[in-house]
């Protein structure tokens, strides 16, 4: 299971739901919230507030597109486009069930794309299916259970 987790959410409830969801599944030792985009890479990039953070980053990502001051495409983009963060795990969880913003995450190399439910059931699942994947238990790509979800392991990455 990841270590660290960086959940980038704006919206307070939902961030509630998650942390909770998270932490009843013990599926992180840490979890940090970034509420919008700049945030985000701040941390990501340990700058601002951040910059003394330690040097470790968190293992997965989990990031709404529809953020205030960044988006989560941009984040995205950001992480992807960064030699020290382009292997980082990437889960999109987003209200947004627009055929763009799928297809232009899966273009940017986002490891999953989930629409928001009720219960958080799916992104669990998805968490559970990326860990294994990290750790070389699966090699397939493989449905994650959801409609138009799949989990695809990373190219290993020189």
């Known amino acids: 299971m990841p270590d660290r987790i960086l959940l980038v959410e704006d919206d307070p409830n939902d961030v509630e739901l998650l942390l909770v969801a998270l932490e009843l599944n ?4 840490e979890i940090h919230v970034a509420r919008d985009g700049a945030e985000a890479l701040d941390y990501l990039f340990r700058q601002g507030e951040y910059q003394d953070r330690p040097a470790a980053h968190p293992s997965l990502v989990i990031l709404d597109l529809k953020l205030p001051k960044v988006d989560g495409m941009e984040v995205l983009a950001a992480i992807r486009a960064h030699p020290d963060l382009k292997k980082l795990r990437v889960i999109i969880f987003t209200s947004s069930r627009e055929e763009a913003d799928i297809l232009r995450s899966n273009a940017l190399g986002a490891d999953a794309y989930i629409v928001k439910a009720p219960g958080c059931a799916n ?7 990326l860990a294994q994947l990290r750790h070389g238990q699966k090699h397939k790509e493989q449905d994650a259970g959801a409609p138009g979800l799949t989990l695809r392991p990373r190219p290993t990455l020189h």
């Open 26 to 29: 013990g599926l992180a030792k």
């Open 123 to 129: 992104l669990i699942d998805a968490i559970c299916k």
